[in-house]
């Protein structure tokens, strides 16, 4: 439809340039052209066979923008038998200048200064050889000026064409890069919080479910140990509730949304004792002096310790005892957790959800991570967070 459209719309031009063009060799004789001051000779009057040369001169608008070189030639030729055979003394006619500009704006730089040269070779060619003399050689130089003129212009709006094609390129390339920025983002912060959630809600789940099973076991012969274990289980809860609170609240647009602060080193000596209280003797050793440390380090330092926790309470075995280790140094955050149990085997063959969630954590923190059992069994987990310019 487009090329349709534009076939038609170069039909409608060639027909209004081939009306303008007869009418204006109609009505050129020597007596007008003297009396505005043109003296010119061996001008030939307009008659059928000049009229005729004019028509088909026009007849190559209708294809200009699809041949447009071939048709610019194709007009220049009824325009050279004109001037040679007297009835012009110059390329005036209006069907070369819309070919010269139809070449200029729609084709390279090289077809361009090619139907340009071809054009003011045509015209000295005619005007040298042709009868008609004038005595005015700016004439001459004026009709080169106007050739020149053309060609400027039709290079000038291809550019235009051309800088604004890419301005919606290189609009059209901001936005994917958006778009693929947006979803990446979006996907970045979905895995966030999945890993959140789960590191929550297995560590709780987990603790709560040995509180539940110490308390069936002693609920008869010690109710008020069962009552202790409840009563832990009940504050395991809330706490879990709080925390996911805080995760999911991210997702909330409302205003009056309050937001807790993320749980960090600081907040180590409360996970041991709850691990403690759940059945898993552990103890909590730092090393070093404690610097401000980024948010992403803090928090992902706890989920560290948290998740291997978690995993020695599901499977280190009764009795087994776990160490905490963090180690403060100028350049790196060293965290290390350790317990005896003869499940680390276990624990290796499957890590879960939890250890893959670990790993992705100090990797975007850029740390380094082992997980395994001991030679003297046991289970390990260490983590070393990098730290910039000592902080």
Known sequence: MRADRTTFHDSVLAVLVAALSLALFLTQDVGRLEAQGLV???????DALGASLVLVACV?????????????????????????????????????????????????????????????????????????????WSDQLMTAAVLVAVWGTGRSLRLRRAYLEELKDRAARLERAHAADTRAARAEERSRIARELHDVVAHHVSVMTVQAAAARKVLEKDPDSARE??????????????????????????????LGPQPGVRDLPALVEQMTEAGLPTRLAVRGEAVGLPAGVELAAYRTVQEALTNSLRHAGPGARAVVTVRHRRWELDVRVLDDGRAGAAQAEEPGHGLVGIRERVALCGG???????????????????????S
């Open 60 to 136: 190559p608008v209708a294809g200009r923008r699809r041949w447009p070189l071939a048709g610019l030639c194709a007009s220049l030729a009824p325009e050279t038998l004109l001037a040679s055979l007297g009835y012009g003394y110059g390329l005036g006619g209006a069907a070369v200048l819309v070919m010269l500009y139809s070449v200029a704006s729609n084709r390279g730089l090289a077809a361009a200064l090619c139907g340009l040269l071809v054009s003011l070779a045509v015209y000295a060619v005619g005007s040298a050889a042709g009868p008609v003399r004038t005595t005015h």
């Open 368 to 390: 380094i991570l082992n997980i395994g059992p001991r030679p003297e069994g046991g289970f390990e987990v260490r983590a070393k967070f990098p730290l910039k310019d000592g």
């Open 229 to 258: 274990a409840l009563t832990a289980i009940e504050h395991t809860g809330r706490l879990a509730m709080s925390e996911m609170r805080d995760i999911v609240g991210v997702l909330r647009t409302d205003a009056g949304v309050e």
């Open 40 to 46: 010119v000779e061996g001008l030939r009057g307009p």
